[in-house]
């Protein structure tokens, strides 16, 4: 069968928005939700997961962190993911976290990191406050241009490097733990089978993919496995080999092998999305799939905005139609909406987004 560029619309739709299922089950589903901190109206994981677990209110997730048996980490970006997904990655090499740099730890950062480790130890679970107050470490510029503490840099760089967990956030702040892991690939072959099932992770969360958003995600993997980095172009030669594809108006698409992009039905109903939510996620795709550029704009100054701080994709069946921007005053949701071309004047569509709105008071505990 001839697949088409509305094939895939769909595919890509119906692939990612499954039916709800229980948090632990969506997660295993997914392998990964990015995070954000941005609250807008909720952070970008409680709104990734709103659409796919049954129930799910804003919050769901820290609160019930540490029964999920998942863990916080870089993948492709920041985020949880399932601790199968995180062992492929780990024992990564000396360097800091992907933001600082592919820089090494120098002799007295070793030293530091080692006393830190022997105090996390002790203690079982700390709090960043308790190891700034044992060991005094001050503050550091940041990578946003401000200072913030020193043990909070240490102890995210531990982390980074597999010597730390995070075992659960008391009001948004990590409490962390000793964090063992299993032992490097044995050999080249198990090396390579290792980053397979990392692209292939990445490819099933994003799929389906245009050749040139295929390579962007494959480079991304340097910052879940940095010691890797120099076997990244040989692992998209590989995944171009195993993956299902079709050349659609001169552009080649790939998506797993075991799926049939060509057979998924027309979810006909409307959803608001996070900007980080793996339907949207990709803005190059964004723009092949639905014929407009999309852009995250929480850091482009207010006055050179086009859609909002935090604009949400209106999706519409298979179609991004425009954008939302929500906010809560006073208990009460408020809202904003733009289109590409117009608002649809269906009755249909006015249903089902006020059904959409309603959903997202539920889940923010508003009215």
Known sequence: ?????????????????????????????????????????????????????????????????P???????????????TKSLQALMHPRSDV?????????????????????????????????????????????????GGFSSATT?????????????IVRRESGIRIYAIHEHGPAPADAAERRA?????????VHIYAPLPSGCLADLIRRLRF????????????????????????????DWYWPSQENAARCELQDTVRLLTPFDPVVWDRDRFEMLWGWPYRFEAYVPAHKRRLGYYALPLLYGDRVIGWGNLRVEGKQLKSDFG?????????????????????????????
């Open 194 to 202: 290792r980053i397979d099932a990392l692209v292939d992770a990445a």
């Open 153 to 165: 840099h240490l102890l995210a760089a531990m982390h980074y490097r597999g010597m730390l967990r």
């Open 339 to 367: 289109y590409v071309m117009h608002r649809p004047r269906d009755r249909f569509f006015k249903r089902e987004l006020d059904a959409e709105l309603q959903r997202i008071k539920a889940f923010l505990a508003v009215a």
């Open 224 to 251: 879940a496995v940095p010691q890797w980095r120099g076997t990244l172009k040989e692992a998209l030669q590989r995944a171009k080999q195993r993956l299902a594809h079709a050349r659609i108006d001169g552009v």
């Open 67 to 81: 029964k999920l048996e998942i863990e916080e980490d870089f993948f492709l970006a920041y985020g949880f993911m």
């Open 96 to 144: 800091d976290v992907p933001a600082e740099g592919p820089r090494t730890w120098p002799a007295a950062r070793k030293k530091l990191a080692q006393l830190v480790l022997g105090f996390v130890r002790e203690r079982r679970e700390v709090h960043p406050r308790e190891v700034d107050d044992h060991f005094s470490h001050g503050s550091v510029r940041n990578y946003w």
């Open 1 to 65: 069968m001839l697949i088409t560029l509305d094939h895939l619309r769909r595919y890509a739709v119906a692939r990612s928005l499954f039916k709800p299922t229980t948090l632990k089950a969506a997660f295993q589903r997914l392998g990964f939700v990015q995070a954000d901190p941005i609250r807008s109206p909720a952070r970008a994981q409680d709104l990734i997961l709103r659409h796919r677990a049954k129930d799910y209110h804003a919050g769901d997730l820290e609160r019930l962190y």
